[in-house]
């Protein structure tokens, strides 16, 4: 059975400070997919990253950078210099690689974690 | 092409009635998601559709849970003697075909919330 934790619920910091959201994974699979979406209040879920279990480079966007290592079953998710407006929601999810043809299967998402940035 | 469209944003309904949404997904993306998130919860998959097949359906999607894509395009979720812990968000994926950008990945859209009363 798939699973993924996030085991923050809530995270508040300043502004400019750089925080880490955690996520395990729990999978039996050796091939799978690991994502993470933003929820900002509106409501819509917004795809930020995709790995795939083969690739282990962390990866870097602007503020944002994601650690990903088989050994632990982590993909955590850093914001350097946070900003209020990464105040959100942030959900890690898992997918198996597909098992029919035709694209992307399913998502398990965690329960996810609340990032509150202040002014 | 403006992104995945569900209708309605918001309903409100007593017990024992029927609903039904609607989703639009991304044109010519063959896959379609209806996912439920509850309050301070991650969204739960319910079911999915490969063009118009139903290919998976969730242990969550009781008997009075019913979904069709009759032809390939837009789906519609229907929940028959609504519950109150039917109350939830229901949101909507896309994702394109294998062998195209992207194929891995399920955009979203903004979702229905319904209110059980």
């Known amino acids: 059975a798939q699973k993924v934790t996030q085991a923050q619920t809530e995270i508040s910091v300043v502004e400019k400070e750089d925080v880490t959201l955690d996520c395990v994974y729990e999978?039996?699979?050796?091939?799978?997919?690991l994502f993470w979406y933003k929820q900002p209040p509106s409501g819509e879920l917004v795809f930020l990253i995709r790995r795939n279990s083969f690739d282990e480079q962390n990866e870097i966007s602007g503020r944002y950078s994601w650690n990903f290592q088989k050994s632990t079953s982590s993909f955590n998710f850093t914001i350097t210099a946070s900003q209020v407006v990464d105040s959100a929601v942030y959900f890690c999810a898992l997918s198996e690689a597909g098992r029919t043809q035709g694209g992307s299967e399913k998502l398990v998402f965690g329960k996810g974690t609340k990032l509150t940035v202040n002014p | 092409d403006t992104g995945v469209s569900q209708d309605p944003r918001h309903k409100i309904t007593k017990r024992g009635q029927n609903v039904t949404f609607r989703c639009d997904p991304i044109?010519?993306?063959?896959?379609l998601y209806w996912y439920r998130q509850t309050l301070g919860q991650g969204p739960e998959f319910l079911t999915y559709?490969?063009?118009?097949?139903?290919?998976?359906k969730s242990r969550l999607l009781s008997d009075r849970f019913s979904a069709e894509r009759p032809k390939g395009s837009f789906s519609t979720l229907e929940i028959q003697r609504t519950e109150q812990g039917d109350s939830a968000m229901y949101l909507c994926a896309s994702s394109p075909s294998v062998g195209t950008s992207f194929y891995n990945e399920q955009f979203f859209g903004p979702g229905t919330r319904l209110t059980v009363l």
């Open positions: 044109s010519e993306h063959n896959r």
């Open positions: 999978t039996r699979d050796t091939t799978y997919y």
């Open positions: 559709f490969q063009n118009e097949a139903q290919l998976e």
